[in-house]
């Protein structure tokens, strides 16, 4: 068989000299058996490698980098921690407070101070996790970091395949005048979880992903941040969650998450080239102090849009977002936005009351400069309740609506005694065990109530 692929190959000059076909077959023979003995090495590396116990590192307030990264010796911190693990390890934090330095900025780069910068990628089905210990909180602390010429990023997640749990983050800072923005977590990578992290009561925007695919916010709170310092101390740049994946960057998916009292507003994806979907995500007093005083623009959700980008820039097609099963609460401006997005998105089962406006529809056209009533919209059993507004800037024509409150055909007649509770507060109250959203009584139908199968706790989890 090798002497006739020889032939074959090369032709008369193996025919003439049957002394070089012997040779060569021989050497095709020898070659084939080391690349077999060599995948075989590869494969069974590779298994080993699979089959090996996970590793495990501690980090602790009290431990030190120079020790062994155990549990009876941690680590100080988790960017030492990181130098320790790889694909399928574990870092594990205690709890207590780490109170952050100048002295532990990881890098620095043009603009940016990352404190602690992870760009240690996991795998397939094997993730590096930086979980809290079960039943401890570890919260970091970067109040005494007041860069003078770098916007803070707390966490810089350049890596994929990584999961995060159970981490609290306070105290972010801004020390800049001008037009600037810190982070506590800033995504960069793809396939990565984040999960029940709270980030609350600084300067900085909660969580920040504006790069790399299917990631997944699952259960993570940001609330009461406001920066009082940059551009007047409104914190115009102080959301709670902002997602902004560039082209290519799809199944982005904020999921259980809560933003409150934030400066700014309480989810974000404008500028986003990609679609963003929200599941049963709450914004309440988004705009506003806890005292509810009037800071910047605070929409619970503000859905697309691309601000001042010329029209040849766009993407296309321009993305749909997907918002189902949220709720939306006393923000100050309104409760769901369509924020100037070109065509329309999906509005499936939410539930808004005594926004300023309770769901905002605005639309523009291709031009981007346009501004037009909401068309393109998928608009279904979503539910509307104490606002003078209960829906605006929604096209006449070129909608689907289904089943909501505030079709103009809808016939439903909506009163208090359809709910079991308008106590909006009831969203603050502290998460279950397992880090769900807690149980509340606001919004959810009285019995009886002819608003039944409408907003957001009538329907399944997901996205149809």
């Not at 549990?71 to 205690?94: H, N």
């Not at 982070?183 to 999960?195: A, D």
């Not at 005083?293 to 029209?311: C, E, I, M, Q």
């Not at 031009?367 to 279904?380: A, E, F, K, Q, S």
Request: glycine share 12%; proline share 5%.
């Amino acid at each position: 068989m090798g002497g006739r692929l020889l032939e074959q190959r090369y032709g008369s000059r193996v025919r003439s000299n049957p002394g070089t076909l012997h040779s060569a077959a021989s050497r095709v023979a020898w070659l084939w058996g080391r690349a077999r003995v060599w995948l075989f090495c590869v494969v069974f590396c590779l298994t080993v490698a699979r089959l090996a116990p996970a590793a495990e590192v501690f980090v602790a307030p009290d431990g030190d980098d120079s020790r062994e990264g155990t549990r009876e010796a941690p680590f100080a911190s988790i960017q030492r921690a990181q130098q320790a693990v790889g694909p399928g390890d574990t870092v594990w934090i205690r709890g207590g407070r780490y109170r952050m330095g100048l002295g532990d900025v990881a890098l620095e780069r043009r603009i940016w101070a990352y404190v602690t910068y992870l760009d240690k990628s996991g795998e397939p089905g094997r993730p590096i996790r930086y979980w809290a210990v079960d039943g401890e909180t570890p919260v970091f602390d970067f109040a005494a970091i007041k860069h003078p010429r770098r916007r803070v990023h707390a966490f810089e997640v350049a890596g994929s395949w990584l999961h995060f749990k159970g981490i609290e983050v306070v105290g972010v800072q801004v020390a800049m005048q001008g037009h600037t923005q810190s982070i506590c977590f800033s995504n960069n990578g793809s396939h990565n979880i984040y999960e029940q992290l709270s980030m609350h009561d600084g300067h900085a925007i909660g969580i920040y992903s504006v790069r790399g695919a299917h990631n997944l916010f699952l259960n993570c709170d940001a609330y009461n941040n406001h920066d009082t310092v940059s551009e007047g101390g409104r914190g115009g740049n102080t959301d709670g969650f902002g997602c902004h994946p560039p082209r290519g960057a799809t199944g982005n998916v904020f999921r259980g998450c809560r933003a409150w009292f934030n400066s700014d507003d309480g989810f974000d994806c404008i500028s986003a080239e990609e679609a963003v979907t929200f599941e049963q995500c709450w914004a309440y007093g988004n705009g506003y102090s806890p005292e509810f005083r009037l800071l910047a623009d605070g929409n619970g959700f503000k859905v697309g849009g691309y601000g001042s980008t010329p029209a040849h820039r766009l993407p296309n097609p321009v993305p749909r977002h997907t918002v189902v099963g949220c709720v939306a609460a006393r923000n100050k401006a309104n409760g769901f936005y369509g924020n100037h997005h070109i065509g329309g998105s999906d509005w499936l089962h939410n539930s808004a009351s005594r926004n300023a406006a309770n769901y905002n529809f605005l639309s523009r056209l291709p031009d981007n400069v346009t501004d037009v009533p909401g068309y393109g919209h998928v608009i279904r059993n979503n539910l509307s309740h104490g606002s003078r507004r209960l829906v605006t800037q929604l096209g006449a024509t070129g909608n689907e609506l289904v089943s909501n409150s505030f079709d103009a055909d809808s016939g439903v007649e909506i009163t208090d005694a359809d709910f079991l509770s308008l106590e909006a507060e009831e969203l603050l109250r502290p998460r279950s065990a397992n880090g769900e959203l807690p149980e509340v009584e606001f919004l959810q139908l009285a019995p009886g109530s002819d608003l039944a199968g409408l907003g957001a706790f009538e329907q399944p989890v997901a996205a149809p």
